[in-house]
């Protein structure tokens, strides 16, 4: 598929698995030396090539609709991760929630608590808050000083980047997912998973991990 196929069905994706509720959200893709980013007010389950901005690397609008007012973020998440090909921002409920609390751990707000978040996203940090839109969530994002690339963004939601979008959607689903068992089991006496076998899972996958003593 073309970039910006691919784009529409990461929408539609996003909307499907009940992340991206009316118009929020947003998504972009990389297609050489341009961006390709939904515009303001669309609706992520119903995008049409009409709906969508281009942009340069930098964030400078040079055709098709008025971006989303997040283009800070998502500039600045390719400058972080050069070899990713997608962002994705969505308000999702759990991711929501996660970024209300304060983080499990400095280098990630989500704890170790399946393999599967480790494998797909690895560790989310928890960025301060600004405004949507504020162009300060870009230097949140560059000066950030661990690794990720999956951030939950203060009481706002997450931004993931991967390598295409497929990937990009399906890391942003199992973060919803490590959000929703982060909040089921938030006040009980949790099962982490060793910091040891941490380390391996997140090796093998290529995953972010900042190896620290345990956190309960």
């Known amino acids: 598929m073309s970039a910006l196929e691919d784009l529409i069905a990461a929408g539609r994706a996003l909307v499907d698995a009940g992340l991206s509720p009316g118009t929020s959200g947003n998504v972009s893709v990389r297609d050489g030396d341009r961006l390709l980013m939904s515009g303001t007010g ?11 901005a281009v942009l340069t ?22 400058a972080r991760n050069p070899e990713h090909r997608a962002v994705v921002h969505v308000h999702s409920p759990s991711t929501v929630a996660v970024s209300c609390l304060e983080p499990w751990a400095p280098h990630s707000a989500v704890p170790p608590l399946t393999p599967y978040s480790l494998m797909r ?4 940090p928890l960025l301060d808050f600004v405004p949507p839109g504020d162009p300060a969530m870009g230097a949140l994002i560059t000066d950030c000083p661990v690794p990720f690339r999956a951030a939950l963004l203060a009481n706002h939601g997450a931004v993931v980047s991967a390598a295409e979008a497929a990937a990009a ?5 199992e973060l ?3 959000c929703r068992i982060t909040l089921l ?3 009980r006496q949790r099962r982490l998973i060793a910091p040891e076998r941490v380390a391996e ?3 093998r996958w290529g ?5 620290t003593a345990s956190v309960s």
Not at 58 to 74: C, T
Not at 121 to 124: C, F, L, N, S
Not at 169 to 173: A, E, G, K
Request: hydrophobic fraction near 40%.
């Open 42 to 52: 669309t609706r992520l389950g119903a995008l049409t090539p009409e709906d969508i």
């Open 207 to 211: 995953t972010p991990w900042t190896a």
């Open 169 to 173: 959607v399906d890391s942003t689903i």
């Open 176 to 178: 919803e997912e490590a």
């Open 185 to 187: 089991t938030d006040g």
């Open 57 to 78: 690397l930098a964030g400078e609008i040079v055709g098709g609709a008025r971006p989303s007012k997040e283009v800070p973020l998502h500039v600045a998440m390719y």
């Open 201 to 203: 899972i997140t090796a």
């Open 121 to 124: 996203v690895g560790q989310v």
